[in-house]
């Protein structure tokens, strides 16, 4: 029973969690979830083309696309020559500009959330432990790790618990 309640505990507390953080980042960004993932890891890896960004969002290509037109449409990215046929997608400095205010405004949802938590030192390694478990189903860390404040989780030299596991598994 203890199982059964603890399970339900998280599944409350994630669920309303990813509500509050992408709602709250989605809405700073002025864009849909999936285009504030995009303008954020974008913020991270500049240059990426359609297809790449697309699986790092977990968007199809067609879909990834369309989603690009329309931050096009809207200043935030332009798309540039790479090399031959390939073409990257960058920020524009709104796009930067909007990326920043979702990483800010999912900080503080999260920040709030974890005000909550009286012993935030014994959290962390269950979250990494956690994060790890979760690396070994879903096995991509970009997926995973697609509204993270990548230099934020390496602060103070430590190890971002996916990149780490990513790094045992040999995935992307």
């Given at each position: 029973m203890h199982e059964t309640r603890?399970?339900?505990?998280?599944g409350a507390a994630v669920l309303n969690l990813s509500d509050?953080?992408?709602?709250?980042?989605?809405?700073?960004?002025?864009?849909?979830?999936?285009g504030t993932a995009a303008l954020v890891v974008l913020a991270e890896f500049p240059g990426l083309?359609?297809?790449?960004l697309?699986?790092?969002?977990?968007?199809?290509q067609p879909a990834c696309a369309r989603m690009l037109d329309q931050l096009a449409a809207r200043g935030l990215v332009r798309r540039q020559a790479k090399s031959g046929r390939a073409v990257g997608v960058v920020l524009t400095r709104?796009?930067?500009?909007a990326a920043h205010r979702a990483l800010e405004a999912r900080q503080d949802v999260l920040t709030g959330a974890l005000a909550a938590v009286s012993d935030q030192?014994?959290?962390?390694?269950?979250?990494?432990?956690?994060?790890?478990?979760?690396?070994?189903?879903v096995?991509?860390?970009?997926?995973?790790c697609r509204l993270c404040d990548r230099p934020g989780c390496v602060a103070q030299d430590r190890l971002c618990p996916v990149g780490q596991a990513q790094r045992e598994l040999g995935t992307p």
């Open positions: 603890l399970a339900n505990l998280l509050r953080m992408t709602g709250a980042a989605a809405a700073a960004a002025g864009v849909s979830p999936s083309g359609g297809t790449e697309g699986r790092r969002i977990g968007l199809s709104a796009g930067r500009a030192d014994a959290l962390e390694p269950l979250l990494e432990q956690l994060l790890r478990g979760l690396h070994a189903e096995r991509s860390g970009d997926l995973m």
